[in-house]
């Protein structure tokens, strides 16, 4: 029922795009914020950005100006378009779901993707 299931990942040059997108019930879309959060081998998980249920957004300072977050209700779909990528995007990401605006983006949400591996080379 809470599912979530990314996609769009892959390998890119420096300066390239992607676009991620997470794939959710119509239940965990309609009812919980969710957020796209980041992971690369020796570092924490961490926010990358939210999209809350009243629409606002945040994003890390690192990704701002960069990365997009939206959503398409008809598909019940988050996306994450990442432009101008650097080297140091690379990590696997992860799409997230909560009803708690503190609790998601501390990472501390409830509902997780298996996540998808973004890899950029300079």
């Known amino acids: 029922q809470d599912q979530l299931v990314e996609s769009g990942g892959g390998s890119v040059q420096a300066g390239g795009s992607l676009r991620l997108s997470c794939a959710a019930s119509r239940y965990t879309y309609m009812r919980y914020g969710l957020g796209w959060f980041r992971q690369s081998p020796g570092k924490e998980r961490e926010a990358v950005a939210v999209l809350y249920k009243g629409g606002v957004t945040r994003y890390v300072d690192s990704v701002k100006g960069r990365f997009t977050i939206s959503k398409e209700n008809a598909k019940n779909t988050l996306y994450l378009q990442m432009d101008s990528l650097k080297a140091e995007d690379t990590a696997m990401y992860y799409c997230?779901?909560?009803?708690?605006?503190?609790?998601?983006?501390?990472?501390?949400?409830?509902?997780w993707g298996q996540g998808t591996q973004v890899t950029v080379s300079s």
């Open positions: 997230a779901a909560d009803d708690s605006p503190s609790a998601l983006w501390a990472g501390r949400g409830n509902y």
